[in-house]
């Protein structure tokens, strides 16, 4: 290998595509050195549920093939290779892959084989992209900290005793401790952005309907959006133009252009940050909620003062709705969730029971199939559903999400380019801290939540370390306002490249290959023991 290694893993996904272009080390290569990183760093994190090294090499070589052959076409041909080719991708494990194991964290769905490709996943194929692997997540997206994976728990690579976030904390775990410059995970209230926060990482929920959501395992059809996880700006920016853009499969993706200038963000740190003069911020008082860390409050306020100093314009707003948001997010996804979680009877998908009549079968596959959180959404959401609450809740709750969204209008009206807000209140929990009390959990989840609810694209950036652990600071904007939030997050990262934790590993990350070290589960068990 002409670099080192661990050298190599530890450089964006811009810079390996140069390298690779120019011929400095092969697809393989980097295939290998990743995959080598992933399956030591493996007994440790457990981001992984399954590390598919064959497939994987076989893409890096197809990889391979189309970068020779353009380097022999010359500089024209390496011009139009498609920026990701090449380049390893971790996905979270409910996005279909033909012929390979999709569990969406669930025992129903074990042994399940997905019969084809999801939209995304022809996308990255057709893009040249090096998928290693499916990652750990919350049972069917539901949860905040990967800790209602049925496979057991993910660990935060700053802190081994804490969780990642969730419900994409695999794929969050993995991008953070550069086993893949690129993930991929599903945002239905918070599961890109707070996980990115937890892990110091960057993570984008895309508008409603950029990405299609064909081939994904549903949670809640009316807020799921897929999205980027990457280690900057312009990675994410490139991982979403390739996944972005209208599917006739999936009705709700939208006739809207991808726009090139996704990639396109600055590459010079001096363009980047004259980029920022003159946008005009908000920053909505609601959501410095109350029991919000003093250190995380403190790394925001400080970028909100950095962007300022580097002429942006920010002025409080106000978003009156906000303290709604988690109310009617825990109406509005229960419900769509119970109905999208009836098809698991059994019969068509996954593990079933065969040894009693049908509805026998059905109410104990469903009975064992089911972990509790998961159980507890479909009870609330068939509740809020059932004839004579339906009013009273459900079409309640679509009517609050209208005001939330118009909170939010009124300040696209108004001119501003971007609200700047906390992505999480606090950083990355121990193990077990929040699972008996569900609402704590819920709670995690206050700062992005109604940003689902309006459909709108919002983006979580490293914004620095409060008691050594990472804090993310999150960009809302208008609807289709994907390059506008990711330029503002290329110039955040322009005017603070010198910050000392720019640069930092995981704290713990040596930690995670360590095979006499525990694993996260045993890690879990002691927390749980000692509480
Ligand atoms: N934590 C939230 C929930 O449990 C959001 C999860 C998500 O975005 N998938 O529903």
């Known amino acids: 290998m002409p670099a080192d290694a661990n050298e190599l893993i530890r450089r964006p996904g811009h810079e390996l595509a140069a390298g690779l272009r120019a011929g400095a080390f092969s697809s393989v290569e980097l295939a290998e050195a990743h995959l080598a990183a992933a399956e030591r760093d493996n007994h440790g994190l457990h981001a992984w549920l399954t590390i598919e090294g064959a497939r994987a090499r076989a893409a890096a070589t197809a990889a391979d093939s189309r970068l020779a052959q353009a380097r022999h076409e010359g500089p024209a041909a390496l011009a139009a290779l498609p920026p990701l080719l090449g380049l390893p991708v971790a ?12 569990t969406a964290g669930s025992r129903i769905l074990e042994g399940y084989t997905a019969p084809y490709d999801a939209h995304i996943t022809e996308r990255l194929r057709a893009a040249g992209a090096v998928i ?3 990652t750990n997540m919350d049972e069917f997206a539901m949860g905040s900290s990967t800790e209602h994976s049925a496979y057991g728990p993910t660990s935060n690579p700053w802190d081994l005793e804490r969780v990642p976030g969730g419900s994409s904390g695999g794929s969050a775990a993995a991008v953070a401790a550069f086993h893949a410059p690129f993930g991929i995970g599903t945002d239905t209230g918070g599961s890109i952005r707070q996980p990115a926060a937890m892990c110091g990482i960057v993570g984008m929920k895309p508008t409603y309907g950029r990405v299609s959501r064909y ?62 003069r003159g946008k005009r911020l908000g920053l909505p008082r609601e959501y410095f909620v109350a029991g919000m860390e003093p250190g995380v409050e403190a790394r925001v306020r400080e970028a909100v003062a950095a962007l300022e100093a580097a002429g942006a314009t920010v002025d409080e707003v106000s978003l009156p709705h906000t303290e709604y948001g988690l109310a009617t997010y825990y109406i509005v996804a229960p419900a769509e969730a119970s109905a999208n979680l009836a098809r698991y009877d059994g019969i068509r998908y996954g593990r079933g029971r065969r040894d009693g009549d049908t509805l026998a079968n059905e109410l104990a596959t469903r009975g064992e199939g089911f972990g509790a959180e998961v159980k507890r959404r479909i009870m609330l959401g068939t509740y809020a559903l059932s004839a004579g609450y339906y009013d009273a809740y459900y079409l309640k709750a679509q009517k609050v999400r209208t005001l939330i969204k118009a909170d939010f209008d009124q300040l696209w009206a108004q001119g501003f380019d971007a609200l700047v807000a906390p992505t999480s209140p606090t950083v990355a929990f121990r193990f077990g801290a929040r699972l008996a009390d569900p609402v704590s959990m819920y709670l995690s989840d206050a700062c992005t939540l109604p940003v689902n609810m309006a459909g709108l694209p919002g983006v979580s950036i490293p914004c620095g370390l409060s008691d050594g652990l990472p804090v993310g600071l999150q ?34 990350l040596t930690l995670a290959g360590d095979p006499t070290q525990p694993t996260p589960a045993e890690r879990a068990a002691a927390l749980a023991g000692a509480a």
């Open 91 to 102: 996905l979270k494990d409910l996005v279909s892959v033909e012929g390979g194991q999709c």
């Open 132 to 134: 290693l692997g499916k």
């Open 215 to 276: 081939g994904i395992v549903a949670f809640a059809s009316s807020l799921d959006q897929i999205g980027p996880f990457a280690r900057d700006s312009r990675d994410a920016a490139a991982l979403l133009h390739a996944v972005a853009g209208r599917d006739e499969r999936d009705s709700t993706s939208a006739p809207v252009p991808v726009p090139d200038a996704l990639l396109a963000l600055a590459t010079s740190d001096d363009a980047a940050a004259g980029a920022l």
């Open 475 to 508: 960009l809302i904007g208008a609807p289709w306002s994907e390059t506008g939030l990711l330029e503002l997050a290329r110039g955040y990262e322009a005017i603070t490249a010198g910050a000392p934790w720019r640069g930092l590993d995981p704290a713990q």
